[in-house]
């Protein structure tokens, strides 16, 4: 931990991943916010990563709910919400012994094909028990890799929702997750007073990454809105499969 501190790269590279998060976050409904933790497991190990990102993606859940919350779809949010929860839970008895590259690559995979194949999404919307699919996905690669962002935006493009309502659901979505997480993450003995201190350092960066974000978001128009989601969650299963392939060389 002391050696961060003084450390460039990682100041440079928690810039870069936490800003854009908040980006994806406010703007993109999380579309590639699995951005931090490959960025920062470039300089510190993965688990410290993901312990470190909690507390900000709780933060840039609670500014994206305030923008938001007006237009939040309650129908959607009964049906992934549940799911999630039991992704969550599945997650925690995971956490530390299931493989994560293997996750990685299959959550990858799925990213690419879908955002590359718009066809994919009225079939994804209307099979039986999408929601349950799609939301306990994210809730157990959340839970495991802060990376619940593309399952949920495939459910969520194949839904066809107008862009707040979009933005307003996975504000909530995420904001429930991140907030149920704390609980199997403080049972792991693994948060420390340093690392909750430099998470508090970075928070300044979350909140002008979601403020950028919903500035962002304002500036696109309604029916473009699907395809930059589609282009983030591309980018997202690219930056997974790269973690993979780049952690085995």
């Not at 990685?104 to 994804?124: C, D, M, Q, T």
Request: with cysteine; hydrophobic share 55%.
């Amino acid at each position: 931990m002391e050696g961060l501190l003084v450390s460039p790269a990682f100041w440079l590279l928690a810039f870069l991943g936490v800003i854009l998060t908040g980006i994806s976050k406010s703007g993109f409904a999380g579309g590639a916010g699995v951005v931090a933790v490959p960025l920062l497991a470039l300089v510190m190990p993965v688990p410290l990563a993901v312990f470190l990102m909690l507390p900000l993606l709780l933060t840039m859940d609670i500014k994206t709910i305030h923008y938001y919350r007006q237009h939040t779809s309650t129908a959607e949010l009964k049906k992934i919400v549940p799911a999630a929860l039991a992704g969550i839970a599945a997650g925690g008895l995971l956490l530390g012994r299931l493989p994560v590259e293997m996750l990685k690559l299959l959550l990858g995979g799925l990213s690419v094909v879908f955002a590359l194949w718009h066809r994919l999404a009225p079939r994804l919307g209307q099979m039986k028990g999408a929601a349950w699919l799609w939301g306990g996905i994210s809730g157990l690669t959340s839970t495991l890799i802060h990376a619940g962002g593309p399952p949920i935006n495939i459910y969520l493009i194949a839904r066809q929702l107008p862009k707040l309502t979009w933005l307003a659901s996975a504000g909530v979505f995420f904001g429930v997750m991140n907030t149920v997480k704390v609980f199997p993450y403080l049972m792991t003995g693994r948060w420390t007073l340093q690392l909750l201190a430099l998470s508090l350092a970075l928070l300044p960066l979350a909140l002008l990454g979601t403020w950028l974000g919903r500035w962002i978001q304002g500036k696109i128009p309604e029916q473009q809105f699907v395809l930059y989601c589609r282009l983030l969650l591309l980018v997202s299963g690219l930056l997974l499969i790269a973690q993979v392939v780049t952690d085995q060389d």
